[in-house]
């Protein structure tokens, strides 16, 4: 199994910037991806960045391409997204996943193993 663990949301102004970390522990080295999803009230579950563990191959959600970015330091088994230039339709909680599967990164359902979730909350 992986755990997962993530810190750095909070309150920010319109235009600001965040940085989400996720520590992760456990069978690590099973992992083939490690994704960003985020859920805001009423809405479904929505990805937003992943990246793959072995050569960093990254993948973005339209909605922020250009503003965040998603990396990983493989040495501390953690994860981040680099958000800038927030806005308020980026409040959300921010769950990081990890997919020991192998395939489909921008998808949901290839993610096994998830974190608590962290809120961003981004004011106009």
């Known amino acids: 199994q992986v755990q997962l663990v993530e810190s750095g949301g909070g309150l920010v102004q319109a235009g600001g910037s965040l940085r989400l970390s996720c520590a992760a522990s456990g069978r690590t080295a099973t992992t083939y991806a490690a994704g960003w999803f985020r859920q805001a009230p009423g809405k479904e579950r929505e990805f937003v960045a992943a990246i793959t563990w072995r050569d960093g191959s990254t993948s973005y959600a339209d909605s922020v391409k250009g503003r965040f970015t998603i990396s990983r330091d493989n040495a501390k088994n953690t994860v981040y997204l680099q958000m800038n230039g927030l806005k308020p339709e980026d409040r959300a909680v921010y769950y990081c996943?990890?997919?020991?599967?192998?395939w489909g990164m921008g998808q949901n359902v290839a993610y096994d193993y998830w974190g608590q979730g962290t809120q961003v909350t981004v004011s106009s």
């Open positions: 996943a990890a997919n020991t599967r192998g």
